[in-house]
């Protein structure tokens, strides 16, 4: 903020910048957040000397919400000043530096205090009290150390510099330990043990525990240079990818079934056996969709002990212990997502014996305004985290399911049987649609478990997620059947139906009120009876907290999703615009949030700053087995469970309603900027409108609705687009009138998603898929479809991980197509023979207007090869090699290319080696071209 554009500071002094900012300075001063940052001013002014003592005091008085909201930086380090010459006014310009360092330490800084006489035990108190923060608690310290001045100052700075000399061994906290904590920490360690040993979707068989079934989901992070690191489960509570260091809370997002919970769960089985977090003494678990279900206003102490785990003996002294080494706790709340309220920061709360509602115990939570200090980490789906919580995180660890080689492993965990994990895999390879399903693993799960019904030959072969979910009904219902052997009916369905009405409706109202899990009393008033429970579709609630009645959940969300999609689809009764409703919920609760879809059982007490949030996504899935369940594909077996009048009246609303959602979008398109292309942005629902005209799997829908959009680029970076998405944009972008140029930056696309977005290369003039995780074999199969493409023209792929093995296929696409205008292989693994390879390919195009290369290792024998073959091209115009080891040899051959090329117009070489010699030769060549405009 204080550097509001140069042309202002240009023409000010800083007063006259800060007067003229006052009110913008002064807002965020006296908005939400945290103290600290203001603290952190202050520290910084005091040890610059700008700030004399007493004014910081009279500062100090400042109501705390007026010192918030400020970020002034990470660093507060003071440079360029001579060290001060006593031990107080170092204390002084050291201030930010030892608020950081001491904050871990306050104890032994104390103790210290206090054995050289220097602190009372009074005057330990006054610095320790619970209502501040750690970091506070040293500012507290440090102030008081001022006050008893030049001795006190000293002894603190000689502790100091024996902690610096001697590391603090995590076992000798342990020594410290009393017995009744250890004890704590064994029941604690017992209790999240058993919880977390066995998967709740395996639970009715017994046949796995979590270590025999548990693969590796792929975890990534973006750190702050906007670079993508790749996590192992030890680094998410650790420092990689760290954006925040003033924040405790880690958030791991994926979309439903990506394995939050699951890797939760992994987490709390290792640490209770000690095999991760050895440096966490205590770790408490909390799901959120329990949490719900707390309606007492309950203190963090209660909150801790009756949620997870209570202590036999001496509870205040645990709670203590609890509270004095917030470094030693790790909190998790799984399904932030499912939490009734949306997250706000408005109620601050910072103490943690008084008792408040859940809501705002959790918020604050994960602010850090309660226990600061303790890490936290969080599991949400990504569209229910908001700017209001995101400026609390530590950081954001993306889940983006398995890996090809992960489905693999989880497919060989599931069969003991090896013969029959081949049959499976090599299936799942036939159906690449299923294989792509296969990255998000609660759908990997029913794919393996529904295997007989797969490989035995359905009439359906599975291509959307709703036939995937129907053979998972199916499976449940054949297990239970009397012939359990036989192959069920036809109308395996209308026999079942009204078990699969009530629990339909059971999960629709469950999803209309964020309600996931259920009472005993709930399944009795929807007429759920024993023989429906023990089908297996709901399980009991592995619970750790002190209740005594048995309440129920859904095997997992998406089957909740599907159960109430059925209800929508099969019920009679419902009212006439209920499938309207569903699919314009999220439209109207943008517009007006305290409007729900389809309410009519509603809790209004719910109503909350971001409450909507949490259902869009369970509705938005629920809408897509809406368009599932009415597609052709079903229409067998709904024949005899819905008459054929209301299906059509349904599957009309059904194609009205995502025409409409187009429309919307269509819309949105804003007029071209001259010399600029009509492009659009996709907005969040676009891809969900797209998957469920996927869903239905009808041609002439999807050929209808792209008939309609007239853009030259269509942008969907950063959407979360996975292998499963790009099938169903596949399937209706091919039907698109016009080439489009498609971008897909920033996804997950994959090998997989390559393959799967084939059937509409021939309508992409131009496609970006920078950072997508793609390798070798998917330029592969791109390439050879793409060759045939006559619009196909330009292709970005920059940070994938391509090697010299792509190279080759490359070259082809030049040597064969010659109309092609664009190559990015930027910070990719090509060498020099990768670039000898292209060089060939490029030797006889005569197209090629844009070559990068930036952040490879092509040397110079890449360069030479290159320069070689680009010597007589007619259409070059820009060149990319920075960062590639180009030294003198490679700049000369360049030197060639630019005294002959009459088309090139910017080479850049930067962070290469070239010396004197190279330059020279640049210099000579440039002097005999004239197109040249600028080289780096
Ligand atoms: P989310 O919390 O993201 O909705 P879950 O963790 O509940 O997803 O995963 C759903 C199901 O998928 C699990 O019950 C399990 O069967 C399977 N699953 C998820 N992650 C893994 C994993 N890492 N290893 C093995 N199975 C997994």
Redesign the pocket.
Known sequence: MLDGGNEMSTTMTAHQLILKQRAELLAVLCGGGSAEPLDCVLDLLLACEVLVWEDYLSIRVLPEEQKAGLCFGKECAVVGKDRPDTATLTLLADRPVLVRKLRDNIDGALNALLTTGCFTIKDCDAVQLPVYTPSQQVRKLLDQVRFKGETAAKALLQYLEQTETTRPNPEDKENHLSANCLLYQKKLRSSVAAQSHS????GGTGRFSLDD?????LLEVTDGSGETLTLGLEDVVGPLGTLNEDADTVLVS?????????????LHLLWAREALLTNTFLLFPFSCRKLNAEHRELSLKELLFLHCCWPDRGQDEVFQFILDHPNLALFTF??LDEFKQGFTDEERHCCPTKQVPIPVLLFNLLQGTLMKGVMKVA?S?PQAVGPSLKRYLRKEVL?KG?SPG?IDC?VK?HHSDPAMARRVIESLQANTVLLSLCHI??F??IVTKCHQELLGGQDVIPQTITDVYLLVLQHFFQRKSPQSQGVLGKAWLEEHLDTVLKLGQLALEGLETSCYVFSGYELQRNGLKEQDVSLGFLIYCNDLSVTDCKRYEF????LQCFFAALYVVLNRNSDRSAVSRLFQSQYRQLSSLSQRCLGHCIDSSVEGVESHVTETPNLQITAQFVSGLLSQRHHNLLLECCPIAVRERKVKQVVKSLSKGMQRHFKSIPRPVEGEKKSMHAMPSFVWLIKCIYEMQDNSIAQETMAKLDVEHLKLTYCNIGPVECTALAYVLKYLRNPVGLQLDNNSVGDVGVEQLLPCLHICHSLYLRNNNISDEGIRKLLEKGMKCESFQKIALFNNNLTDACTQHFALLLKSKQNFLSLRLGNNNITSQGAEQLAEGLSYNQSLEFLGLWGNKIGDSGAEALAAALKNSTTLIWLSLVDNGVGSAGACALAKLISQSKTLEQLWLNKNCISREGVECLIEALKMNSSVKEVW
């Open positions: 998967l709740s979707t395996y079934i548990y693969t590796d989901g994926g979309e439903a079934g990506s394995g939050k919970s699951t890797l939760l769960q992994r799984d399904g599991t789906r889940l398995f992960g989880f965990k693993p609660v990997c799960w095997l997992h969300i998406t």
